[in-house]
């Protein structure tokens, strides 16, 4: 990913930096926890790393690993001290020193945020990060199969818990919404398909799981020692919204939630439309009782429940 430091609307911090973004095709940026390892490279001199819990800067003095030399801790470093020929300005806040020259930084290490100057001058200072407002997104432009934001990662790990991306969001959110992530998908036009959110496990020739495998997991968990009092609680809950007062949609092709079992080969490979697991009994999610039925069912869809398979028949409307 290669960063200008043009107009890069209102955005996050270094930390949610690619690490290794260079800088006006010059000098990497990379971020990190604690020292950088003695494994860890350098592309460039002069390239920077910032440790951002300690507040501590580096900067290669040469290529390769072993190169780093700490400068300074960012809170306490000399504001306006240059870097080869950079000047590095330190402030508790958004920046609004003078810059010498273009290209120079400015290091707001309360909120953890790192800044360039697009001029010279005092107003012209540029949060660097990843992420646009709505009033002035990135622009993908009409290339073809264009990604706005790609990050790849392999683990060799065998044992323990690996995530390619983790966000954890606490707090009480009392009388308001409280959202760990939102993805929206928003048409202004035709399109072949429309997804708000599309999760994927694929699993190669020599990949399978020794438990349970889904594209999409949702669960809700109660501490030990929660005590529920009010609420409706869903593990996933799906839902259509017409948000407007004339919206209308095709009444004889919408679901709130659409099961489709698809193949590529020319064998049906998906037998259950729905797998039901849970304790039997009254009042509980699962009852097994007689019923009287008299009428003709219409269909039936193939269940399966605590392993047993079955079909769930509908009937027409009494």
């Excluded at 920077?48 to 580096?58: E, G, Q, R, S």
């Excluded at 953890?112 to 622009?139: C, D, E, H, V």
């Excluded at 849970?278 to 069912?297: C, E, P, R």
Aim: hydrophobic share 40%; proline share 2%; glycine share 14%.
């Amino acid at each position: 990913m290669t960063a200008a430091y043009g107009d890069m609307g209102s955005q996050v911090g270094i930390r949610a930096l690619d690490n290794g973004v260079q800088i006006a095709n010059k000098f990497r940026i990379f971020a990190g926890s604690g020292t950088p390892a003695a494994t860890f490279s350098a592309k460039e001199i002069g390239d920077l790393y910032m440790d951002y819990t300690n507040a501590v800067l580096y900067i290669a003095s040469a290529t390769g690993t072993g190169s780093w030399t700490a400068y300074a801790g960012l809170s306490s470093m000399s504001s306006g001290a240059t870097i080869g020929s950079t000047s590095v300005f330190t402030d508790a806040g958004a920046p609004s020193d003078t810059a010498v020259r273009v290209g120079d930084l400015a290091v707001d290490y309360t909120n953890g945020a790192l800044y360039m100057a697009q001029a010279t001058g005092a107003a012209n200072w540029q949060r660097i990060g990843i992420t646009s407002t709505s009033a002035s997104p990135f622009s993908l432009s009409t290339t073809a199969n264009a990604i706005g934001l790609e990050q790849n990662w392999t683990s060799a790990a065998t044992t323990g818990t690996t995530y390619g991306w983790k966000n954890t969001l606490t707090g009480a959110g009392i009388g308001a919404e409280f959202i760990a992530g939102r993805d929206r998908c928003i048409l202004t036009a035709a399109a072949g398909n429309g997804y708000g959110y599309h999760g994927t496990l694929e699993v190669k020739n020599t990949g399978y799981v020794t438990g349970q495998g889904a594209g999409i997991r949702g669960n809700i968990v109660f501490s030990t020692d929660t005590a529920v009092t009010s609420g409706t609680y869903y593990g996933i809950l799906a839902e259509i919204y017409p948000a407007g007062a004339t919206s209308a949609l095709p009444a004889a092709s919408n679901a709130v939630l659409g099961i489709n079992a698809q193949s590529g080969t020319a064998n049906d490979l998906v037998v259950n439309a729905i797998a039901f697991n849970g304790a039997d009994g009254s009042g509980k999610m699962l009852y097994t009782h007689s019923i009287t039925v008299s009428a003709t069912a219409i269909t039936s869809v193939r269940v399966r429940v605590n392993g047993v398979v079955g079909y769930m028949y509908v009937y027409a409307a009494q």
